[in-house]
C-alpha cells in the first residue's frame, strides 16, 4: 500500500501560535489527500479533503481560515492551524487514497498541544 | 447521514479468537474496510473487502459480510498480545466521497 509520512510527529505551542502540518505521499501520487482530526479515545472525524491544485473541501462545523490546507504537489499536502487553542488540541491524522480496493492509507499522524 | 456501529470493547485470552462485529447502514456500500490503531499512532489498514464478496481470509484474518443484515466482522485467529489495540470498521458507498468510520473497539488480549 501507499506510504505516508507526517511531520512533526507532535508539537506543543502555545495558544495564539500557528501549526504547520506536512503530509507527504512517499509512494504514491496522490491528487486526493485527507486530513482528519482525532479526539482521545474517539473515532476519525473528516476535516476536509486536499485537491492538488484547487481549494480544499471543508466538511460542516470546520472553519476554513482557521485550518488552512494547501496541496500544491502531488506528493504533499499541508494543514496549518492558525491562532491555535487549547481546544485545537488534538491528534491530526492525513490519509491518500488509491489502489484496488479504493483503499485509504493514513499517515501516523501529528499530536498538538495547546498550551 | 450513514452510520457505523461497532462495540467498544473486546477482551480474550492469548491464543484464543477474537471476533469484532460491525453493523452499517449505507445500503449502497462498495467497499467495507478494516483499520488497526495502536496508541499514538495512525491507522494501519488490515484489509477490505468488496461488497459482492461474502468471505475473505489472509492469514490470521478472516472477513465475513452479511450484506443482506449490513453486519461484517474480523476474526483473528491465535490472538496474540500484539493484537491489543483499537479496530475499526469503515465503509465507502458508491457516490460517497469519503469514509464512514464506526467507533472502534479495543481488543485487550489477555495473557
Known amino acids: 500500500g501507499a506510504v505516508v509520512s507526517q511531520h512533526p510527529s507532535w508539537v506543543i505551542c502555545k495558544s495564539g501560535t500557528s501549526v504547520k502540518i506536512e503530509c507527504r505521499s512517499l509512494?504514491?501520487?496522490?491528487?486526493?489527500m485527507f486530513w482528519y482530526r482525532q479526539f482521545p479515545k474517539q473515532s476519525l472525524m473528516l476535516m476536509a479533503t486536499?485537491?492538488?491544485?484547487?481549494?480544499?473541501?471543508?466538511e460542516q462545523g470546520v472553519e476554513k481560515d482557521k485550518f488552512l490546507i494547501n496541496h500544491a504537489s502531488l506528493t504533499l499536502s499541508t494543514l496549518t492551524v492558525t491562532s491555535a487553542h487549547p481546544e485545537d488540541s488534538s491528534f491530526y491524522i492525513c490519509?491518500?487514497?488509491?489502489?484496488?480496493?479504493?483503499?485509504?492509507?493514513f499517515g501516523p499522524g501529528t499530536r498538538l498541544t495547546v498550551l | 447521514g450513514e452510520d457505523v456501529e461497532q462495540s467498544l470493547f473486546l477482551s480474550v485470552r492469548e491464543g484464543d479468537s477474537s471476533v469484532i462485529n460491525c453493523t452499517y447502514t449505507?445500503?449502497?456500500?462498495?467497499?467495507l474496510y478494516w483499520y488497526k490503531q495502536e496508541p499514538g499512532a495512525g491507522l494501519q489498514l488490515l484489509t477490505y473487502?468488496?461488497?459482492?464478496?461474502d468471505m475473505k481470509q489472509d492469514q490470521r484474518l478472516t472477513v465475513l459480510l452479511n450484506k443482506k443484515d449490513k453486519h461484517l466482522s474480523l476474526r483473528i485467529a491465535d490472538t496474540q498480545t500484539g493484537d491489543s489495540a483499537i479496530y475499526f470498521c469503515?465503509?465507502?458507498?458508491?457516490?460517497?466521497?469519503?469514509?464512514?468510520f464506526g467507533s472502534g473497539t479495543q481488543l485487550t488480549v489477555l495473557p
Open positions: 490519509s491518500v487514497r488509491g489502489g484496488a480496493g479504493n483503499e485509504q492509507f
Open positions: 509512494d504514491f501520487q496522490a491528487t486526493t
Open positions: 486536499s485537491n492538488e491544485g484547487s481549494k480544499a473541501t471543508y
Open positions: 449505507d445500503s449502497s456500500s462498495t467497499y
Open positions: 473487502i468488496f461488497s459482492n464478496m
Open positions: 469503515a465503509e465507502i458507498g458508491g457516490s460517497a466521497r469519503q469514509l464512514t
